[in-house]
Structures are given as structure tokens and as C-alpha cells.
């Protein structure tokens, strides 16, 4: 891939390069790109000298496209078309108004999705943050996947050593309840529909900002413990040990490689649980040996907090149960119940803003509380934090580029065809 430059030049840094920070599953191809899919994937990385930034991405999905689409029903029970990812882009730690999404993207072709235009000169810190789950509310795996290429910069910027990540770490383990699913049913036109989820805004995500802490989360809506909302063989406890939710086929996750010191799961809502035959000793049993596998690996000092709530309650007793199991295995656990919060779920079924908001406030002190961690965190935070440096979330495929310069005077082309 060659670019033509009138003026300038536009440096293409590998995904390869040791001063970008990935903070999530993911796995690394050969060329060193990174492929992800779960809710909460971050991108950071801190670049100086350069006035316009953007990110190289594509989507890939092995089903139908929307043209194949008979409509929300199809969609809603069965993997029948491309589905949308969005991504906050949060820049100097402030969250830009516009979402960037892959929804005018081509299937699995690479796209340059620009983050920021006319920077100051100095140091800046960019996130770009994965705000949407693996396969919005698909029941069958298929890959959904998002492969990182690269970033862009203009005017010969390059990056800058990161800041040291936070050392507490927490997993988040769930349902659509944790996926944020439909939390933004009061801002949008379509509220049954990708954008209008945002895990960004999930009680998940602000207790894992109000705990100054790494987070993992796998998050998927509909899926449950032994049985799914909807009709599907795969449920949590398999997507939980697949490093790519979305690809049965991707590697196993290897639960060594990265430990974290709370594990707080929401599971059984769309189980519906009913004490027929052997459900209930299933679900136990099922639920007990996904937590034990992975505590195997992540040790005695990780504490779980299994948690019940806001939609139904009828499975709390199972968690309990759990729960007590794990105890008598040598594993911290607790049960956090979740049943009188979620503002009467009025997005969907499902916790809108505030009802998130009241999640996390209740999560984040019982967890802090259990965890010991008494030194100050930071605070919840929800919302828009809307900052004008983001330019437009329109991307551009990479077979014709262009890198508006800071004084206006090129557009690049590429003279062929990027190959992936």
C-alpha cells in the first residue's frame, strides 16, 4: 500500500507497536493485528505531534447481510444479519458526542475511522472504546468480530509511552443486564436496536471506573446458564471460555494470562428457572463448575460476587446455593443482590440510565467493602462528556484515504488496493 502525498505524509503506526495498551480478549494474528469482540474492548494509546488521528478497522460477519433481513424478529432469535458495532472515542479522558459504528461499512474490508481533527500541539490520550457486545442479541454464534489494522497520524506525530494501567482488576460475567442492553431507550428513535445499547453507560463499566480499576467483561444478551432466552445450544459458560464470544471456533482463553482480583457475575435471568426434574440441581452444578474452572486458574485471592436481580428473582435461591458450594470449595464468594434496583426496568424490560446508575452505586460499595479497597477510587460517572475535537464518525475505506492535513492543502490517495 502506497499513499500519495501532495504536501505531507501520513504515518501508518502497526498494531504491533508496544505504546498502545489493549484492555480486553483478544487475539493476535500473525501481521500482529488484534481481533475482538466483547463489550468494553479498549484501545489507548497517547500520541504527540500530530493534529489528526484516526484508527484502522474492519468488521467481519459470516452471516447474511441486512439486504437478507426479513425484519426484527429474524434478527432478534436467530444470527440473519450484519450487525452494528459502535465504539465510544473518549479523548484527554473526555468522552466525544458523536459514537463511531461500522454500520456503512463493507463486510470484512478495512475502513479508516477517524477520532480526532486539529489537535493541539502537546500529548494526547485517546481511547477508543467497544460500547457494544459481541452479537447484539443473537442467539447462534457466528463470527461478529472487529479486527484492528493500525492508527493513522498526520504531520510526522508518533506515539508516547502509555500511562501505567490501573492495578485492581475486575471481570464482569453477564446477560443483556450487564451488556447494558437498551439503556438508552430514552435517547433513541429504534430503542430495540444496536444503538441504543451502550456499554459505556452499563453499571458494569462505571463501577469498574468508580473502583479505578482494568476491567475484562464478557456480556452477552439473552444467554443463559444451562438454557437461553431463545432457542440455542451454546450458552455463557461456553461463550465464557472462548476467547472470542462471538467464534466458537477462536482459541480457548487462557485464564492464566490475566488474574483479576474480583469476578462479579450476573447470570440465570434468561434461564427461567422452574424446580422441574433436574433443572435447579443443573443450573447449581453447571454455575458452579464455570466459576471453579476459572478460579482454578485465577487462585485463592479472588473474591466472586454472584449477583441476582433487577429483572427477576425467582433464581435467587440457586445463586445462594452457588454461592455456598464455592465455599465449600475454599473460594470467596458472596452474594450480591441486585433485586430492588434497576429503576423499575423501563428501557426494554431492562435498567434504563438511572437504573444502571443505582446498580453500580449499590455494586461498587458492597465490593469495595468486601475487597477492602478503602483508598480513594474515582467517581461514577454516565452521560456525555462532549469535547469538539471529534470529527466526523463517517469512515473512509482505505483504497481511497483521505488525511485532511492541518492546513488543508492534501488529499491522499492510495494508489491500490490495501490486501488483508
Not at 494509546?45 to 484502522?56: E, L, P
Not at 483504497?399 to 485532511?404: G, H, K, T
Amino acid at each position: 500500500m502506497h499513499f500519495l502525498l501532495a504536501a505531507a505524509i501520513a504515518t501508518v503506526i502497526s498494531p504491533t507497536d508496544e505504546r498502545i495498551q489493549y484492555i480486553g480478549r483478544s487475539v493476535t494474528l500473525g501481521t500482529g493485528e488484534r481481533v475482538f469482540d466483547n463489550p468494553g474492548f479498549r484501545i489507548v494509546f497517547k500520541v504527540q505531534g500530530t493534529s489528526d488521528v484516526a484508527v484502522q478497522m474492519k468488521a467481519l460477519h459470516a452471516g447474511p447481510s441486512y439486504a437478507l433481513d426479513t425484519g426484527y424478529a429474524e434478527r432478534a432469535f436467530d444470527n440473519s444479519a450484519f450487525v452494528l458495532n459502535f465504539f465510544e472515542v473518549l479523548i484527554d479522558g473526555k468522552r466525544q458526542a458523536a459514537r463511531l459504528s461500522t454500520g456503512v461499512t463493507a463486510n470484512n474490508t478495512v475502513y479508516s475511522f477517524p477520532l480526532a481533527s486539529g489537535l493541539s500541539s502537546g500529548v494526547h490520550t485517546i481511547e477508543v472504546f467497544k460500547s457494544t457486545e459481541a452479537d447484539w442479541n443473537a442467539r447462534t454464534p457466528t463470527p461478529n468480530y472487529i479486527t484492528f489494522t493500525g492508527i493513522v497520524v498526520s504531520d510526522g506525530g508518533s506515539l508516547v509511552a502509555p500511562d501505567p494501567l490501573p492495578t485492581r482488576r475486575i471481570e464482569f460475567v453477564g446477560d443483556s443486564i450487564t451488556a447494558g442492553y437498551c439503556n438508552l431507550c430514552h435517547d433513541t428513535p429504534a430503542p430495540q436496536d444496536e444503538a441504543a445499547e451502550s456499554f459505556y453507560d452499563s453499571w458494569a463499566s462505571q463501577i469498574c471506573r468508580g473502583a479505578n480499576a482494568t476491567c475484562h467483561n464478557i456480556a452477552w444478551s439473552g444467554f443463559g446458564v444451562v438454557r437461553n432466552y431463545a432457542p440455542g445450544n451454546v450458552t455463557l459458560p461456553d461463550v465464557y471460555r472462548q476467547t472470542l464470544a462471538s467464534d466458537v471456533g477462536s482459541p480457548a482463553w487462557d485464564f492464566a494470562s490475566w488474574k483479576p482480583d474480583a469476578v462479579v457475575v450476573n447470570l440465570g435471568t434468561n434461564d427461567h428457572v422452574k424446580c422441574v426434574g433436574d433443572f435447579c440441581d443443573q443450573f447449581i452444578a453447571t454455575y458452579t463448575a464455570m466459576v471453579q474452572n476459572a478460579a482454578a486458574s485465577y487462585g485463592k485471592g479472588t473474591q466472586w460476587f454472584l449477583a441476582c436481580g433487577p429483572i427477576y428473582s425467582s433464581y435467587c435461591p440457586l445463586v445462594k446455593d452457588v454461592v455456598a458450594k464455592l465455599a465449600g470449595l475454599g473460594i470467596m464468594a458472596h452474594f450480591l443482590d441486585q433485586t430492588a434496583l434497576g429503576g423499575n426496568n423501563t428501557c426494554c424490560g431492562h435498567p434504563d440510565m438511572n437504573g444502571n446508575m443505582m446498580i453500580a452505586e449499590h455494586g461498587l460499595g458492597f465490593i469495595k467493602e468486601k475487597m477492602g479497597w478503602d483508598a480513594p477510587v474515582g467517581a461514577l460517572t454516565v452521560g456525555t462528556g462532549i469535547s469538539g475535537s471529534l470529527v466526523g464518525n463517517t469512515p473512509t475505506p482505505l483504497y481511497a484515504l483521505c488525511v485532511v492535513m492541518l492546513l488543508g492543502l492534501v488529499c491522499v490517495l492510495v494508489s491500490e488496493q490495501a490486501h488483508h
